[in-house]
């Protein structure tokens, strides 16, 4: 039996999956595959639809390939036509194609939930014409960084690697360090303060030693040193810094994340990158959600997520409504930004539209709660990237799952109160 007669055409999937534009999304990612060359291609709606339903459920791609062999709407909206009972792909496709799409592709997936959306209602073009700013927190998938873990963490990575590569070292410091190491914890939990720095000193020094040891008996060896460059650039980067510097190390496996502290009481400072999300001041929907690299001012990101706005939607932004972080920012011939808290110039509706800017605030409460914005799992710079703007995708997808079901609770509703004004029988199954 085939899935359109297997399930109920008026489910929200399946609706969704009648509004998307896939022929677009087929044509726009064609371009990265080549044909008579290698495997035969994975259909592109398959894995569009797979990055779709990960992002809108707040999945991995292992449950949601796990999933969709459960689930007769999950395969319609991917696009097959009969019931499969084996996994579509092995989860890691999903990791090869989102590298292959990078974000240019991820901005093209937002804007067919931004075009899907139009088409449902969930948003109206007039809406597309105010958008509000703001920006947050992405955590990445890092333990909190402490100076005695980094330092054992390093060493234990080194020791591993020249294990792997036949290389002996005079000492390895596999048994004091772990010792030291729950020391350094049991010192914290008693405050002893003095003798915690002496126990982190001593896994500082054991690090160093150990660098220095595989410098001389790989000196000679040009693929040795090829192969230890990356691990001991991170140590030395490790030794180096101090309490006060800057760019400073965090993680070994994510170099790239950084300390942001946004002035929260509870969490003074998160390890991540920061995060530019765009609404519409209306119906919030997403419209652009990007990555800022270099923690840099709000100010200074503004412009560039304007852009992004026109990039996804392809109307300019005609209004912007932003909080006092973007202090500095001026409005340009096509967009006029406003400040909160801004006097001069502020009309009755303006001073109502201001106040509708605290919107966006349990918009990106949903984004991290419902979506992929609390803790990103994706592998650097690029993954910072696509996770920002998939977490974008996922909200969309979501409110258009919502109005979609709404919409189909008031028909349902208003079929049965026109029953009953005529007297016709109403059936169980309404």
């Known amino acids: 039996m085939e899935l359109q007669n297997l399930i109920d055409g008026r489910h929200e999937l399946a609706r969704l999956a009648e509004v998307i534009d896939w022929e677009a999304i087929a044509a726009h990612f064609g371009e990265l595959y ?65 590298k292959r799409i990078g974000e240019e592709g991820s901005e093209f997936l937002l804007s067919q939930t931004v075009d899907a959306g139009l088409k449902t209602g969930a948003v109206d073009k007039r809406d597309l014409d105010a958008v509000v700013v703001d920006t947050t927190v992405m955590e990445k998938a890092v333990a909190h960084p402490t100076d005695s873990r980094l330092y054992y963490t390093s060493r234990e990575r080194l020791v591993k690697l020249a294990r792997r590569h036949g290389v002996a070292l005079r000492q390895s410091y596999t048994r004091k360090a772990k010792a030291t ?80 502290s946004k002035g929260k009481a509870r969490r003074p400072y998160e390890f991540g990158v920061k995060v530019s999300v765009a609404t519409t001041l209306r119906s919030n929907f997403v419209v652009a959600s990007h990555a800022l690299p270099g923690n840099p001012y709000d100010g200074h990101t503004l412009y560039g997520t304007l852009l992004r706005c026109f990039a996804a939607t392809g109307r300019v932004v005609k209004q912007a409504f932003v909080d006092r972080g973007y202090r500095g920012c001026t409005s340009t011939d096509n967009t006029a930004i406003y400040l909160a808290g801004q006097r001069r110039g502020i009309t009755r509706v303006l001073r109502k539209k201001l106040k509708r800017r605290n919107a966006i605030e349990p918009i990106i409460g949903h984004m991290k709660a419902e979506g992929h914005l609390d ?56």
């Open 34 to 98: 080549i044909d008579r060359k290698g495997r035969p291609g994975i259909p592109t709606r398959l894995m569009a639809g797979l990055l779709y339903l990960k992002a809108t459920f707040k999945l991995s791609d292992e449950e949601v390939v796990r999933r969709w062999v459960e689930n007769p709407y999950w395969q319609y909206f991917c696009g097959e036509t009969y019931f499969r009972h084996e996994l579509p792909i092995h989860p890691t496709s999903l990791t090869r194609f989102r």
């Open 181 to 260: 190491l729950h020391q350094v914890g049991r010192y914290g939990h008693a405050r002893q303060f003095k003798r915690l720095r002496r126990e982190t000193r001593r896994l500082k020094t054991w690090l160093g030693r150990v660098v220095r040891d595989i410098e001389r008996k790989t000196a000679a060896d040009t693929a040795l040193r090829a192969a230890f460059r990356d691990e001991l650039s991170l140590a030395h980067r490790l030794l180096d810094q101090q309490r006060h510097d800057r760019g400073k190390l965090y993680s070994l496996h994510a170099p790239e994340v950084e300390c942001i």
């Open 375 to 430: 803790r990103n799992f994706l592998k650097g710079r690029l993954g910072d990237a696509i996770n920002a703007l998939m977490a974008g995708v996922g909200q969309n997808l979501r409110m258009i799952l919502k109005k979609l079901r709404l919409l189909f609770a008031l028909i349902m509703r208003w079929l049965f109160a026109a029953r009953i004004t005529l007297n016709v029988p109403v059936p169980l199954s309404a």
